[in-house]
């Protein structure tokens, strides 16, 4: 080991918050919050364990996918894993119209929120508890895949009658 250089670590903690908090953060979570995101949620038929046939047929699975200005990054919870993959094609890609095309239900765009400190959920780690996570803490409280997609198109369909409609929103 004569002669090789050693080179220090990278400071992950180097640089601040840029929302103005002196205290720094590591240089994922300050991509995570400068980097405008979208977040799209997939549900899908398939499962692998047999108990996930009791659920709603089309409805036994969802997943996540997060667009940002370089491309695509795949978040699907698996039995016993997570699998996180970043996809080898152009930003521009439409991977929500691929899913819809592969029989897949396909709700979106979200706006993640950003990463704040949280206590773990009180839910076992689920795709559903995933897809909730991306959303972040306003995400609605759903238990089943078909949970989630119902209370997701409920806010769906009061944003864009909120939009159109002159009256301010009720909360």
Known sequence: MDGVPILPAPDLLAASDPRGDARPIAAHRRVAVTV??????????GGDQPWL???????????GAL????????????SGRLLVTRLEVPAAYDLPGFWRRAGCAVLGPFSPAPPAP??????????????????????????????????????????QENILDKRPARV
Do not use: N
């Open 67 to 78: 667009q940002d200005a370089w491309g695509w990054t795949v978040l699907d919870p698996l």
């Open 36 to 45: 405008p995101q979208t977040l799209w949620i997939g549900f899908g038929g």
């Open 118 to 159: 949280r206590g773990p959920g009180l839910l076992p780690f689920s795709c559903v508890t995933l897809c909730r996570a991306l959303l972040g803490p306003g995400a609605p409280l759903a238990v089943t895949p078909h949970g989630l997609h119902r209370r997701l198109m409920k806010r769906l369909r009061d944003r």
């Open 53 to 63: 046939r009791l659920l709603r047929p089309g409805f036994r699975h969802c997943f």
